[in-house]
């Protein structure tokens, strides 16, 4: 089974430039998460989708951060304009629940986007 | 709001010494625990999980973790380490509230594991 894909790997950007990440799921997951995690803490949950609908976006920066998942499969993450504090690196995770009221499941997490704002 | 605090950043351990990883969580529902690992230049994977049922859950690589629900802690341990797991690990939460948006996790900051020879 093909695991969470995503690109770039590695991202080099000065502030105040835009950026773009992408993510595909493993295949058949309907619930799809991008998470945010800062050299030396862990991963922080940005936004999640079920299908192509958001389910929480209360730790997205709306200001700066938008995504998207078209179609209820890939996504994509956008950043405009960056700023220092954003350098980080970027997770995608699926799973493959609704994620709905009581339900849980395992989130299988891609191999990340590293971004340095200079 | 719930955290995750994982109380050992680093350690260093001899081959075939125990690990023992703290993990407390503060909520006081119905919770979900996991230990994902990190392995040098790899992305994140699934140690083990604890749903429900026994509460001493066995993972990969000869992992277990045991939920303490009275002392809100899910504790990682493996008798004898090998070099090979030389890694970060991390301990995240899901609340599992009855709320929209559930399947949300919450992870510790992460415990460092240098493995020596």
């Known amino acids: 089974e093909a695991g969470v894909a995503q690109s770039p790997r590695y991202k080099i950007i000065e502030k105040r430039q835009s950026v773009a990440f992408w993510c595909n799921p493993i295949?058949?997951?309907?619930?799809l998460y991008w998470y945010q995690q800062i050299l030396g803490q862990g991963p922080k949950l940005l936004i999640q989708?079920?299908?192509?609908?958001?389910?929480?976006d209360s730790q997205l920066p709306k200001d700066r951060f938008s995504a998207e998942r078209l179609k209820g499969v890939d996504s994509t993450l956008k950043i405009q304009p960056a700023k220092l504090e954003d350098s980080a690196v970027y997770l995608c995770?699926?799973?493959?629940?609704?994620?709905?009221?009581?339900?849980?499941?395992?989130?299988?997490f891609g191999p990340g986007t590293r971004l340095t704002v200079l | 709001a719930q955290s995750v605090s994982q109380h050992n950043h680093h350690v260093i351990l001899s081959e075939a010494a125990s690990l023992e990883l703290g993990c407390n969580y503060s909520?006081?529902?119905?919770?979900?625990l996991f230990w994902y690992v990190q392995y040098p230049g790899q992305h994140l994977q699934l140690l083990l999980k604890?749903?429900?049922?026994?509460?001493l859950v066995k993972g990969i690589k000869g992992f277990e973790a045991e939920f303490i629900k009275s002392k809100f802690s899910f504790n990682l341990r493996k008798p004898s380490v090998q070099w090979s797991d030389t890694a970060e690990y991390f301990c995240?939460?899901?609340?599992?509230?009855?709320?929209?948006?559930?399947?949300?996790?919450?992870f510790g900051t992460g415990t460092q594991l240098k493995v020596e020879l």
């Open positions: 295949s058949g997951h309907a619930t």
């Open positions: 995770a699926s799973s493959p629940v609704r994620g709905g009221r009581g339900l849980t499941d395992t989130q299988y």
């Open positions: 989708f079920q299908n192509n609908g958001v389910v929480d």
């Open positions: 604890y749903f429900s049922g026994d509460p």
């Open positions: 909520y006081g529902g119905t919770v979900n």
């Open positions: 995240a939460v899901n609340p599992n509230i009855l709320t929209g948006g559930g399947n949300k996790l919450t």
